[in-house]
């Protein structure tokens, strides 16, 4: 028998020490969280993307009275930004949530999300870095692979 070890290294940010673009991101990802369409679990999720054209685009979660209809705001925006965008490879992926009107302590991506995380950021060849706001921190996943060991992808199809 031998043992694997998986590691994921992530960087914890005060707020207030974020580089301006990440500090540009969070506010965004919880500026879209306040559209979000969620009467249903009054989660209010939003995410916000820099894609390497220098766009920043946005989204939330979009919820359906028919459950397993609705989407994350992860994967709203990003299929958001490739249908937009289909050549640009997303650099960065920032997610907040806010329940109540107030900001959530950070959240992180549903199995799914992390699913088409990773197909992006192996569309693209290159890492997405992930921007997890809380309300007094930040944690930066260096890419979606990070947050999806032994995944299923394309190679594996081959
Ligand atoms: N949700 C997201 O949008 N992103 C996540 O990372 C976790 C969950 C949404 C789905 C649903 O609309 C609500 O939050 C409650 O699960």
Redesign the pocket.
Known sequence: MKELKLETRVEVYAVGELDNIYRQLYEAAFEASKKAY?P??K?H?GAAVLLENGEILSG??Q?NAAYPS?L???RTTLFYAGARYPDAAVQILA?A?MKDGERVDL????GA?RQVMLETEQRYNKPMKVLLCGKEEAYLVPSATALLPFCFSKSDLI
């Open positions: 969620a249903y679990s989660f999720v939330n979660n919820e609705g994350c705001a992860e997610i949530a959240i992180t991506p549903c999300c």
